[in-house]
């Protein structure tokens, strides 16, 4: 294969273009032979014996590829001299003012001079234009020192602030065992904040007005609230007692036992915030175990007593095993009872909205609104 010196030529009277065309020529063998030829050719295939090359075939093989190679080079190199002989590189041209560089740079120099307390030599217009070369190496080793410097101290900051909390970590095993354990633990207290509350009417801001508001919030919030018995009447057929056998009530009163109590104990929860005597759940299990388990991590704050949630299970239990055994209830009664859960009415609701909008079918839902004892309806 052979190929002749590329040439450039303009297209301006051929395309109308300011760009250049480079045209030149490849020369293969597949043109003297033909295209009969030349398949033919493309067929045959080399086998090379590696096993039989001996040492001088090796250095005759090297000779020919350095002799080729060198014939591409020169090839190569006569392409480029004829190309780019008109093409120099762009000399560097130093900015006609530099006024603005110099101010930048000096801004830079003044709060590295503040912060630091490190001399730095002023750069002038004669460092930009006939020091160019020796100011950028100054410059790039004052950004290395400074550089450098910060790493040590944010390292020297971050060893400190290491050896603080580990000192402080080791005297409160023995000063402040709750602020170690909350930190073992990953415990965290978030704060209430009270700089402002948002009512219905406003937005509170003065604090004796927000402790005001929050006081009679909590207050009335869990007030009476009288039963809207406009619509009783219409609904008043659907909260009629069934007939219910004698006798299923019977075990609500019945005394508790030492083993529905402890049952109700075992199956309590873990770390749960206790009441005003810090009695928590896994106390009172840790009382039915015995001595073996110990007690690692308690919160005091006002709620109710865990020995008074116990009570409260074991009566919210009772009725619900009744309910449930017995099919007190209605059918379409989905919650407040074991084993049952709203997601079955859920999807039997998404399932009539998706066949209404199907079939183009006109559909109304009622949603009672069951806060406070059945005083609202809600018409979609």
Request: aromatic share 8%; net charge neutral.
């Amino acid at each position: 294969m052979d190929f002749e010196i590329p040439t450039l030529s303009s297209a301006t009277e051929i395309t109308g273009s300011d760009h250049k065309i480079l045209t030149t020529s490849w020369k293969t063998m597949l043109k003297k032979w033909g295209n009969a030829k030349a398949k033919k050719w493309q067929k045959r295939r080399k086998v090379y014996k590696y096993d039989k090359m001996e040492e001088e075939d090796w250095l005759n093989f090297g000779r020919h590829i350095e002799t080729e190679l060198q014939k591409y080079k020169e090839r190569i190199m006569t392409c480029r001299d004829s190309v780019c002989q008109d093409f120099d590189p762009l000399p560097f041209k130093p900015p006609s003012d530099t006024t603005e560089i110099i101010l930048e740079i000096e801004e830079i120099r003044s709060q590295l001079i503040k912060f630091t307390e490190v001399e730095i030599k002023k750069i002038n217009t004669e460092d930009l234009l006939l020091k160019r070369e020796e100011t950028i190496k100054k410059l790039k080793e004052t950004k290395k020192m400074f550089w450098t410097a910060r790493n040590i101290e944010n390292n020297n900051e971050q060893n400190a602030r290491i050896k603080y909390y580990t000192e402080r970590r080791y005297n409160d095993m023995k000063e402040n065992t709750t602020r170690m354990i909350n930190s073992i633990l990953n415990k965290r207290t978030d704060k209430v904040n009270w700089e402002k509350i948002c009512t219905l009417e406003d937005v509170i801001v003065e604090e004796d007005k927000i402790k005001t508001a929050a006081k009679q919030h909590f207050q009335t919030w869990t007030g009476k609230n009288p039963t809207n018995m406009e619509h009783w009447e219409e609904w008043s057929k659907y909260y009629e007692a069934k007939d219910i056998p004698k006798g299923i009530y019977d075990d609500l009163i019945k005394d508790i036992d030492d083993e529905e109590l402890n049952q109700t104990i075992t199956k309590s929860p873990n770390q749960k915030a206790t009441g005003p005597t810090n009695t928590s759940n896994e106390m009172l299990k840790n009382i039915l175990a015995g001595p073996r388990k110990i007690l690692e991590n308690t919160r005091p704050i006002t709620l109710i007593e865990h020995a008074q949630k116990i009570l409260t299970k074991i009566l919210t239990t009772r009725p619900a095993r009744i309910l449930t055994i017995s099919n007190v209830l209605s059918p379409w009664n989905f919650a407040a009872l074991p084993q049952q859960s709203t997601m079955q009415l859920m999807n039997n609701l998404i399932n009539i909205i998706e066949d209404a909008e199907i079939n183009k079918q006109e559909l109304w839902l009622l949603a009672q609104d069951m806060s406070k004892a059945l005083t609202q309806y809600i018409f979609h």
